[in-house]
């Protein structure tokens, strides 16, 4: 299966992930609206906050006005955060929130009537590995993610009978700009993270290759690459070796402090 022709618009797309998505359906075939909040509108990106109600009625009345309809939506925009739990204030939990999650659900919001009259489409809302894998320190980035999947499955569920499926993309650490985007008081973490992503084998153009290859089998939960699936299949073949491997983590974790 190719995505020649589809329409599809990404979030995030001025880099990592969101570029190389943008890349890979053009590459294939489709017409594709990037879009990123740090791009000006213009020169191929054009700027939607997902925060923003009044940015993503620009974005649906662009689809309706250039395209007429749309087959693939792809949430992709999100930023890195959490920390311990003493060392996490609310407010960036409000930011993990508002960005990660409520950003997902507004895009999901803005175009399910679309999808709906047309008869069908995809959702594919970029997750985390973190969203199924839950290791110490990072409890608010976790608890965001998992919501992440538990609405994408929702929604799948509830668009089923209007032909349209929801995709929820869960991976590691991969190498990509995200980390620019951290923020938070816990410096342990940060440096922890930022070590996983400049370590990682695994590139932003590889993850892309996998989503656009778990929508061709019909994925609903795609774990794009061997880091990922292997933790994922950890905690749900051998639930003590996870336990003890996450709880070990942790240990480490607060003895770097």
């Not at 890195?80 to 929130?97: F, K, P, Y």
């Not at 609405?151 to 009978?161: C, I, K, M, P, Q």
């Amino acid at each position: 299966m190719t995505f020649r022709d589809a329409r599809v618009l990404v979030t995030g797309a001025a880099s990592g992930l969101g570029a190389a998505l943008v890349a890979r359906f053009r590459a294939d075939g489709a017409s594709v609206l990037a879009t990123d909040v740090t791009a000006p509108d213009g020169g191929g990106i054009h700027r939607l906050d997902v925060t923003s109600d009044d940015d993503w009625a620009t974005a649906r009345d662009r689809v309706q006005r250039d395209w007429g309809r749309l087959d693939i939506l792809v949430n992709n925009a999100g930023v890195a955060g959490g920390g311990r739990i003493e060392r996490c204030s609310v407010d960036e939990w409000r930011r993990l929130t508002e960005i990660n999650l409520f950003g997902v659900v507004r895009g999901t919001q803005a175009f399910t009537p679309i999808l709906k009259a047309q008869g069908g489409g995809r959702i594919v809302n970029v997750a985390s590995l973190a969203g199924l894998v839950h290791p110490g320190g990072m409890g608010a980035y976790n608890a965001v993610k998992a919501a992440v999947v538990a609405f994408t499955e929702t929604v799948g569920h509830e668009l089923a009978s209007y032909g349209v499926t929801a995709h929820v993309v869960c991976p590691s650490y991969f190498r990509t700009r995200l980390m620019d985007s951290l923020h938070g008081e816990d410096e342990a973490l940060g440096a922890v993270m930022r070590r996983l992503v400049d370590e990682s084998p695994t590139t932003a153009e590889d993850i892309a290759e996998a989503v656009l290859a778990g929508l061709a089998r019909g994925d609903e939960l795609i774990v794009p690459d061997d880091a990922a699936r292997a933790a994922y299949a950890l905690k749900t073949d051998d639930r003590p070796a996870y336990d003890a491997l996450m709880r070990a983590q942790a240990a480490k974790l607060e003895a770097m402090a």
